[in-house]
């Protein structure tokens, strides 16, 4: 790419597009095209033709995606195949009939199996079973997958894919229905620690922003409020009343963190090289033959859920009480990447996750 390249960026307004938006501007590129939904269906292939027609991007970041946590998987797994699975149709055949120089399409760490060794390599994809939990959501993104390398073997594309892990960062989806489990667990703390303060119109401005609270959640902060750490009286004929932060599982599954910013690097990185990776691919891996122009991006470091939720408490200032629900699904035990391709390149992640998470509660504040 060079500064007056035309580059699509499907999905700015997203936590990972925005990022991307963020770091091409700060790199000087001024040729940089978006599309709102409102403006682009992306689910609309004839929508989506007539755009790249139009507009004939250059270079293309495939962001957009419907995506979301454990809970809004297992809710409402349709939608997060079929919209997932349209949108990338779209955009990858639009990009291939109008030569697009080079798209990166972006996936999920989710994508790997289950039980796959650890740290996850490229090379296993497709070595074993998916986690059932988010497992419509995983063969969406395997397919993209595979569509961009399809394309690269009969028509000659340079389509790569990214597998990030588990990202944060600016205009992240605090919804409590749907949001991955670091913005949750901000939101929740953040929550707690008004109501332990009784700051109800502060509640009700966060509410306003960032989505309704569930009522049972809600609740919970009734009794944080009236009743502080003290233990809290039962009530006859009903539920106990819960006054300290409730969270899925048992807190011991691991996961790894990237801070978006840190993410737009690597992928900017990446596409700069675009035509190096192709005329110099290299011996393929093991495994899918997709993964030739598979990456993963991680911060090469993990952690388990619960340590995670008592650094985001300790930021936020929420001191009560957190109680894990083990009745609820943990996901897969482990998740962190192998980052060795990209840093034999020179890249590195930049944000530690303690900073990090502080610049996103930060962020998420004002």
């Not at 790199?27 to 929508?47: F, K, P, V």
């Not at 809710?75 to 697009?100: C, G, H, M, Q």
């Not at 599982?249 to 990185?269: K, Q, Y």
């Not at 340590?307 to 009480?321: F, I, K, N, Q, R």
Request: overall charge negative; some cysteine; proline content about 6%.
């Amino acid at each position: 790419m060079i500064p007056t390249s035309r580059i699509y960026v499907a999905g700015h307004r997203g936590l990972v597009g925005s990022a991307l938006l963020r770091r091409l501007r700060a790199a000087g590129c001024a040729n940089l095209i978006t599309r709102t939904h409102a403006e682009l269906d992306l689910e609309r292939q004839a929508d989506v033709e007539a755009f790249f027609a139009g507009e004939r991007p250059e270079y293309v970041f495939l962001a957009a995606a419907k995506v979301g946590g454990i809970r809004a998987n297992d809710t409402y797994p349709a939608d997060f195949i079929r919209i997932n699975l349209k949108i990338e149709s779209n955009v990858i055949e639009a990009a291939w009939r109008n030569d697009v120089k080079g798209l990166l399409f972006l996936g999920s760490s989710c994508i790997y199996p289950k039980f796959a060794g650890q740290p996850l390599k490229e090379e296993y994809l497709l070595t074993g079973l998916l986690e059932p939990t988010n497992e419509p959501y995983a063969v969406a993104k395997i397919a993209g997958i595979e569509l961009c390398e399809a394309f690269n073997r009969q028509y000659g594309t340079r389509f790569c894919s990214v597998m990030p892990t588990n990202l944060y960062g600016p205009n992240d989806n605090y919804d409590l229905l749907t949001s991955h489990v670091l913005p949750a667990l901000i939101r929740k703390y953040h929550l707690g620690r008004l109501a332990a303060r009784g700051d109800w119109d502060a509640i009700a401005r966060d509410e306003a922003k960032y989505g309704a609270i569930p009522v049972d959640f809600f609740s919970t902060l009734v009794s944080i409020a009236r009743f502080g750490n003290k233990p809290v009286p039962p009530v006859p004929h009903m539920p106990p009343p819960r006054n300290s932060i409730r969270l899925w599982g048992t807190g011991t599954p691991r996961r790894e963190f990237l801070h978006s910013d840190d993410l737009a690097d690597a992928c900017i990185l990446l596409m700069n090289r675009i035509e190096t990776l192709f005329s110099n691919p290299g011996e393929v891996t093991e495994g899918s033959r997709a993964a030739r122009h598979l990456f993963n991006i991680g911060s090469g470091h993990d952690q388990s859920i619960a340590d995670l939720a008592a650094m985001v408490a300790s930021v936020v200032g929420y001191d009560g009480e957190t109680e894990w629900d083990a009745s609820e699904p943990d996901g897969t035990p482990q998740k962190l990447l192998d980052i060795s391709r990209l840093t034999n390149m020179g890249w590195y992640p930049k944000m530690g996750l303690s900073e990090g998470v502080r610049s996103a509660y930060e962020a998420y504040c004002s």
